[in-house]
């Protein structure tokens, strides 16, 4: 922001996550010193993190013109030209978590191709992977599979950040963009603001590229409860049963035990479920994908006249089921509905995210 005589009007798409180490907000610093946004763009969930998923946004009551990115169509996701069109530049700071079908990275994007039309300059707050950069799991997203939740085909964790996921995407699409990346230090931001209103802490996020798979089925993933992405379970599960199950299993860095808890909305509002709850007990050695894998394995096997699949549409795409639109392809939901071993699908993805080199195609 350092040639301020030639940005007299710009756009900002941001939410209320993006603060820094004095507790204040990129909104704020910008004003202070003189940069007021002509619009503020925001994400899923809304400016203040308050809608749940699939929840349609229309404004955020902050002081100055808002546009939601995320309504009840598909074409809500991306800013319409309009917005955009008066503008100098185009300002993003959001707070990504490393995990390809988390929604704010497939904003940006989506909003950076928009400018991109127009020629518009982009200034992105390039803000550290909170999941770090020393690991990826997970398959890459197969043509045919885009969608909101699928927008960059690289590992479901990726481990890169918002700049370098998105130039990664722009380089593979062969798309030119004006695009700034300004690198955020560590040192400048504060340790954990939670970015949604289900990643309340920094396990959740790690627990996130796994048992977000849970949203693709009838079983619940903690939503309507303290416990979101750390609990799974459905009235028709046995805890004891399922935790014995897993631990067997060994799985590096987590610990399940028997869990039971009630909805207030959401999957199975009201009702009692029982289920797990994940503890990671190593985070270095913890691998959120495959154990989320394994889960699925196992409550699809103890109930498989009970446990399926989600039925209405799932991110405005109805015609691919949710599973395939989350792990890239159908390969992983033909194997768990034919009962097969999932050994060598897991040791496929392991080996398709450690050649994964995000440097581009």
């Known amino acids: 922001m350092q040639n301020r005589p030639s940005i007299h009007s710009f756009a ?3 939410h209320q996550a993006a603060v820094w180490v004095d507790g204040k907000h990129s909104l704020s610093h910008l004003v202070e010193k003189g940069f007021k946004p002509s619009i503020l763009l925001t994400p899923e969930h809304g400016f203040y993190a308050i809608a749940q998923d699939h929840e349609p946004v229309v404004s955020s009551d902050v002081g100055l013109p808002t546009q ?5 169509h598909r074409a809500s996701l991306s800013p319409k030209e309009e917005y955009l069109r008066d503008m100098d530049a185009l300002v993003i700071d959001l707070v990504d978590i490393g ?3 988390y929604t704010y990275a497939v904003t940006a994007l989506y909003s950076i191709r928009v400018a991109a039309e ?3 300059p982009v200034i992105l707050l390039d803000r550290p992977n909170l999941l770090g950069n020393e690991k990826r799991e997970g398959p890459i997203l197969r043509e045919g599979f885009e969608s909101f939740v699928g927008a960059f085909h690289v590992p479901i964790r990726h481990g890169m950040t918002l700049g370098e996921l998105i130039r990664f995407e722009l380089t593979r699409e062969g798309l030119s963009a004006n695009l700034t990346a300004l690198p955020v230090s560590e040192r400048n931001i504060l340790p954990w603001v939670p970015p949604s209103p289900n990643m309340p ?5 790690l627990l996130y590229p796994g048992m977000c798979l849970l949203e693709a089925t009838n079983l619940s993933e903690g939503r309507g409860t303290s416990l979101p992405f750390h609990v799974v379970g459905a009235p028709f599960l046995d805890g004891i049963r399922l935790s014995r199950t897993l631990n067997e299993l060994d799985l590096p860095g987590v610990s399940f035990s028997p869990y039971s808890f009630r909805p207030q ?3 199975w509002a009201g009702e009692l ?3 797990v709850h994940l503890m990671v007990t190593d985070p270095d050695r913890f691998t959120s994908f495959p154990t989320g894998v394994r889960v699925l394995e196992a409550c699809f096997r103890q109930a498989p006249d009970l446990a399926v699949w989600r039925k209405d549409p799932y991110e405005f795409i109805a015609e691919i089921p949710a599973l395939d639109l989350l792990t890239g392809s159908p390969e992983l939901r033909t194997l768990l509905e034919r009962g097969a071993d999932l050994t060598s699908y897991l040791a496929r993805c392991e080996e398709e995210a450690h050649k994964f080199r995000p440097e581009g195609p």
């Open 12 to 14: 900002l798409l941001s």
């Open 68 to 72: 939601s990115l995320y309504g009840n």
């Open 99 to 101: 995990t390809r079908y």
């Open 118 to 120: 127009l020629d518009l």
């Open 201 to 205: 802490t920094r396990t959740t996020a």
């Open 265 to 267: 909305f959401q999957k």
């Open 273 to 275: 479920c029982h289920g």
